[in-house]
C-alpha cells in the first residue's frame, strides 16, 4: 500500500505542475515549493536545535499558535518552524513573528521526508488537529523524533477505523501521544489499540481568550460606532450577504453594521456596496472622512477582524450556507457576544455546544435571520445573557495548552 501510496505522490507531483500552468492558487502550491529546501539550508544551521509544528492552513495555524508561543517560551534556544500545506495558510502567514522559519511543506515523498526531517533534524514534530504524512512520520519514527497530534480530532467515517484501513492505522503507530479535543477522539482511538492519548480540549480557546488580554482598540471604528448598537458580520460569503443586505436597507439607522467578507477581491467589495442603499463606507476609503456619518462600514482588509469584534453588540459569522461550514465563532464569543451563523455548523462543536446552551442563534432564511437580529436588537437582557453564555463558555474550555506542555515536559 506505502508503494503505491508513493507512486501516487510522485504522479501527482507531476500533474500538479501541469494544473499550475491554469490555476494561480495552485502555482502557488508549486513555485512557493521549489526553494524550501534552500531556505531551510540557510535558516538552520547543523548545530541548531529545533522543534516543527506542521499546520495543514490558516485555521490549523491559528488553533497550535497557543502551544507554538507556549513551547517557544519554554525552549528559547530552539529555533520554531511551521511549515504549510496550503497557500490559504502560507501567503498569510509567511512573514509571522512568532517563528524563526516558515515554509512550505514539500510533498511527502520518501526524498523529500529524508532531505526534510536531515536539514531541520527537529527534536520534537507536533502535527496540528490532522494531515497524516506517512513518509515524513516514518522518518520521524526511523529517527526516534517525538511526534505529537495537538487538538486533535478524529470521526468514526475516517479509513482509520475501516476494515480497509490498514494503511492508515500504521501512521497513527509513528505518533508518540495523542492529544485530543474530546472523549469521543480518544474512544475512536482506544478502539483500535491506541492508549497513549490525552483529552486535552481545544487550543483555539486558548488562543482566543489571549486575545483579551491584548490591545483591541481601533480609533476609527470607535468613531464610525458613534455608540450606537453595531452588529459586525465577520467572515462573509455571498449567500449570507444576500440576505444580510436585505436587512440592512431595510433596518433602523440607529443600528449600525460593519461586514467584513470572506472574499475582499475588489470586483466582489463593489458588487456589495452596490447592493446596499444605507450610507456606506469602504476601510481603503475611510481617510479624512467623517466616519460616523456612515451606516455600513465594508472591511476591505484582511487581520482586524478579531479586533473588530470587541466593538460588536451582535455578530454574524459567515460560512454556515456552505460546504464545510461555519467560520470561526470563538472570535466574537470571547468578547461576550451573541452570534448568529447560519445551518451548516454541525462538524464544528463549538458551535454546535453554543447553539444547544442559546448562545448562538442558527438561521435558515430570510425570516429567521429577521426575527434574530430584531429579538437581540429589541431586547437588551436577551441580548446580554446569550453573550455572557458564551464568553462563559470559551473560559470554562480554556487550558489545552497548559494540559499539553505539562504532559511534554514531565
Known sequence: MLFLYNIITLLANQLLKLVALFSPKIKLFVDGRKSVFQTLAEK???SDKTIWF???SLGEYEQGL???????????NHKILVTFFSPSGYEVRKNNTVTDVTVYLPLDTISNAKQFISLVHPEMAFFIK???WPNYLNELKKQQIKTYLISGILRENQAFFKWYGGFYRNALKTFDYFFVQNESSKKLLQSIGFNNVKVSGDTRFDRVVSILERDNSLDFIEQFKDNKTTIVIGSSWPKDESLLVNYINQSSDDVKFIIAPHNIKSEQIQ????AITKKTLLFSEKDNVNLSDSNVFIIDTIGILTKI?????????GGGFGNPGVHNILEPATFGVPVVIGPNYSHFAEATALVNMEGCISIQNQTQLNEAFDLLLRNEDERLEKGHICSTFVQMNKGATQTIINHILS
Open 66 to 76: 497557543p502551544v507554538i508561543e507556549a513551547i517557544k517560551q519554554q525552549f528559547p
Open 130 to 132: 490532522y494531515e497524516y
Open 271 to 274: 458588487e456589495l456596496k452596490n
Open 54 to 56: 506542521h499546520a495543514a
Open 309 to 317: 469584534y470587541s466593538y460588536a453588540d451582535i455578530a454574524y459569522v
Open 44 to 46: 538552520i544551521k547543523p
